[in-house]
């Protein structure tokens, strides 16, 4: 139990930064297993203290270590994946909204305005220094992640109209993100479709932002437009595929701590398909397909418990490794 009995500063000090990523599933696996079963918040709040206590020991390591944090937000990789931490605390937000309204608003505007920094710090970063072989699908969370945002956001609970309004904006603001991006990270993966091994797993973020987009969509309009809708799904239901096909190959590789980047994705497509199946029900062309779209959401959601129970015990496992080649 050597290995155990360090101080906390060394456990601290070989926390990854990819562990936000693992964070924000936890959170999110456990508020759409909350919105999916109602089970008088149990599961949304266990996820969210989890993701909470994680996000905490990494604030712990940055604050430890703050020229480590200034060269993560100068990295290519890592600068795109701080903003996780971000996402993270906008879904504990959301878990806030059920016990104290106020506080929960202070702390959507702060997450929400912390990712917005991330954003802006990391368009700076790779624009001084653009490669396209830096280009990753990781490029995908500083812009569309502010989406989640929007997803959080209980827009029939508040009256807090300037967050409401604003939260409209960041739906528009992402939207047009996610089609500036998506393009850019497709064009590199046909002109450099090699990935180094370490970053191989953010392939798997290729099925998020359309799923997210949709979600955040559905919860934001109050009338949404069935095509657009259909098109929105198609596309993720396509990349949610390519990714379960990619999970055998992408999961059991050499441990990097960009397995979490497999992650979040699978969870958000449970939640995307949960809610275009409940909008599909009460739409009378569309009522033939919610049962269907409700039982495949399950299914994912189930993939997405297993991936991430895979992908935790990973980390555990390397971060005893680290520990035992820790100098005594």
């Given at each position: 139990?050597g290995?155990?009995?360090?101080?906390?500063?060394?456990?601290?000090?070989?926390?990854?930064?990819?562990?936000s990523?693992?964070?924000?599933?936890l959170?999110a696996?456990?508020?759409?297993?909350?919105?999916?079963?109602?089970?008088?918040?149990?599961?949304?709040?266990?996820?969210?203290?989890?993701?909470?206590?994680?996000?905490?020991a990494?604030?712990l390591?940055f604050?430890?270590?703050p020229?480590?944090?200034?060269?993560?937000?100068?990295?290519?990789?890592?600068?795109a994946?701080?903003?996780?931490?971000?996402?993270?605390?906008?879904?504990?937000?959301?878990v806030?909204?059920?016990f104290?309204?106020?506080?929960?608003?202070?702390?959507?505007?702060?997450?929400?305005?912390?990712?917005?920094?991330?954003?802006?710090?990391?368009?700076?970063?790779?624009?001084r220094a653009?490669?396209?072989?830096?280009?990753?699908?990781?490029?995908?969370?500083?812009?569309?992640?502010?989406?989640?945002?929007?997803?959080?956001?209980?827009?029939?609970?508040?009256?807090?109209?300037?967050?409401?309004?604003?939260?409209?904006?960041l739906?528009?603001?992402?939207?047009?993100?996610?089609?500036?991006?998506?393009?850019?990270?497709?064009?590199?993966?046909?002109?450099?479709?090699?990935?180094?091994?370490?970053?191989?797993?953010?392939?798997?973020?290729?099925?998020?932002?359309?799923?997210?987009l949709?979600?955040?969509?559905?919860h934001?309009?109050?009338?949404?437009?069935?095509?657009?809708?259909?098109?929105?799904?198609?596309?993720?239901?396509?990349?949610?595929?390519?990714?379960?096909?990619?999970l055998?190959?992408?999961?059991?590789?050499?441990?990097?701590?960009?397995?979490?980047?497999?992650?979040?994705?699978?969870?958000?497509?449970?939640?995307?398909?949960?809610?275009?199946?409940?909008?599909?029900?009460?739409?009378?062309?569309?009522?033939?397909h919610?049962?269907?779209?409700?039982a495949?959401?399950?299914?994912?959601?189930?993939?997405?418990?297993?991936?991430?129970?895979?992908?935790?015990?990973?980390?555990?496992?390397?971060?005893?490794r680290?520990?035992r080649?820790?100098?005594?």
């Amino acid at each position: 139990m050597g290995h155990y009995a360090m101080p906390a500063k060394q456990h601290l000090s070989i926390l990854p930064t990819p562990l936000s990523g693992v964070a924000l599933a936890l959170a999110a696996l456990g508020w759409v297993w909350e919105a999916a079963l109602g089970l008088s918040g149990v599961m949304q709040f266990s996820g969210a203290l989890t993701a909470a206590l994680l996000l905490f020991a990494l604030a712990l390591k940055f604050g430890a270590q703050p020229l480590t944090f200034l060269e993560d937000l100068r990295h290519p990789a890592t600068g795109a994946v701080l903003p996780t931490f971000a996402m993270a605390m906008l879904i504990i937000a959301n878990v806030l909204f059920r016990f104290h309204e106020p506080f929960a608003i202070i702390v959507w505007w702060a997450a929400t305005a912390l990712h917005l920094l991330f954003f802006a710090l990391f368009v700076i970063y790779r624009v001084r220094a653009f490669a396209l072989a830096q280009v990753t699908p990781l490029w995908f969370i500083p812009p569309v992640g502010i989406l989640v945002a929007v997803l959080v956001f209980p827009f029939d609970q508040t009256s807090h109209s300037l967050a409401n309004e604003f939260a409209h904006y960041l739906l528009i603001f992402g939207g047009i993100l996610f089609v500036a991006v998506l393009p850019l990270v497709l064009y590199r993966l046909v002109k450099l479709p090699v990935l180094p091994e370490p970053l191989r797993p953010t392939l798997g973020l290729m099925g998020a932002p359309a799923s997210l987009l949709l979600a955040a969509y559905l919860h934001c309009v109050s009338q949404p437009d069935a095509w657009f809708v259909l098109g929105l799904l198609l596309l993720a239901l396509a990349l949610n595929l390519w990714l379960i096909m990619q999970l055998p190959r992408l999961l059991f590789q050499a441990f990097t701590p960009a397995l979490s980047a497999l992650t979040f994705p699978l969870v958000i497509c449970a939640s995307c398909l949960f809610r275009v199946g409940s909008w599909s029900a009460s739409h009378a062309q569309w009522q033939t397909h919610s049962e269907a779209l409700t039982a495949l959401a399950f299914l994912q959601l189930f993939v997405a418990t297993c991936v991430i129970a895979v992908v935790v015990a990973r980390y555990i496992s390397n971060h005893r490794r680290e520990l035992r080649q820790q100098p005594a």
